[in-house]
């Protein structure tokens, strides 16, 4: 049975999740067996910011002289990739910054920061009324909520002044969010690009009311890489392998940016035109720079001031200590381990 988490209420995301993470059944057995023989599976969504690492490193060979072959398996969000790593069916996957509040709870260690999201948005319907967040208020909003766009919807709630419960909020899948727009059953959406992209083409005129800058410098919006909760424990090695090979494409992405563009259309089997300007929508970052920001904490600031907005969100129950969850040691010890020396199968 597939669950569709994205859709279901945070308590509900958090029950099934744990359920999940119990009931591993003979994951266990497979996973060290899959892993004797050099394999890891790698979990990635289908758009630039999931996919461009991924793809850049199988463009360049990059996993060649590592030991390791990767099996690269599609989701459709962050939750249920969290979900199948609970389950070790999942080595490594992505997560978007909406959903960074599963790693603070332990579930999925951050072993890099990927780039920095800036492609949140909360729009509006043409004639729906609205033009900015406080006339939100009484109208329908859809979200798939535990995402990036719930974390958005909460932020432009929160500087008008309101709360959920001055809105109808309407959670569903991502997908059917971009439905609902298109079919005028909702007022407004909060989403991200490329899904924008494709409401703006069925809905001209839509506006767009929240972005994820309106909230720099103050908030800052990482998505990242991810593990099983005790894997870099217990093969550090071979999760240090694996950062080198997320390092090397995220440096060839950064020097390379619209050609990782036509990378990740090839890798994603759609038209060049579906990931032409995708990098307008983030910020890369060297890995020297990432290494850098961790040491100095700005890294771990960042993940601070999101688990504060998720804690109002009632997805966390606390502030976690961002240095429980982010494996900083282990991705500035990447730069420096020697490729393919590190895992030995």
């Known amino acids: 049975m597939t669950i569709r988490t994205r859709s279901l209420p945070g308590a509900l995301v958090l029950a099934l999740l744990l359920v999940a993470g119990a009931v591993t059944g003979c994951g266990g057995d497979e996973a060290a067996s899959r892993h004797a023989r050099g394999e890891v599976t790698f979990g990635y969504t289908a758009d630039y910011s999931g996919a461009a690492a991924l793809a850049v490193a199988q463009k360049r060979g990059l996993w060649r002289g590592t030991g390791l072959t990767p099996r690269l398996k599609r989701f459709t969000n962050g939750p249920l990739q969290v979900q199948a790593l609970g389950s070790e069916d999942l080595d490594f996957g992505y997560l978007g910054p909406g959903a960074l509040w599963m790693s603070a709870t332990g579930r999925a260690p951050v072993i890099a920061v990927n780039m920095l999201g ?13 033009r900015t967040a406080a006339d939100l208020k009484g109208k329908k909003v859809a979200v798939a909520e535990g995402t990036s766009g719930d974390m958005i919807l909460h932020l432009a709630l929160r500087r ?22 298109s079919s005028g059953n909702v007022d407004a959406a909060a989403t991200w690009y490329p899904l924008v992209d494709t409401m703006r083409d069925q809905v001209p005129g839509l506006r767009e009311i929240v972005r994820t800058q309106d909230f720099s410098p103050k908030m800052t919006f990482p998505n990242v890489f991810v593990t099983q909760p005790e894997l870099a424990s217990r093969d550090p090695e071979l999760v240090t392998e694996v950062v080198g090979v997320l390092r090397r494409a995220n440096d060839w992405i950064v020097r390379h940016p619209a050609a990782s563009e036509k990378v990740v259309a090839d890798f994603l089997d759609v038209p060049a035109s579906r990931t032409a300007g995708s990098t307008r ?48 040691d282990l991705y500035a010890r990447a730069a420096t381990a020697p490729t393919g020396k590190g895992v030995t199968r």
């Open 281 to 328: 929508h983030v910020q890369l970052l060297t890995s020297r720079e990432k290494t850098d920001l961790g040491r100095e904490g700005t890294l771990q600031r960042w993940f601070d001031a999101l688990a504060q907005v998720f804690h109002e969100m009632t997805r966390l129950p606390g502030r976690e200590d961002p240095d429980d969850y982010y494996l900083q």
């Open 118 to 130: 800036q492609a949140d948005r909360v729009v509006a319907r043409p004639g729906s009324g609205i």
């Open 160 to 181: 008008a002044g309101l709360k959920t419960s001055d809105i109808t909020k309407i959670g569903m899948d991502a997908g059917t969010v971009v439905t609902a727009v």
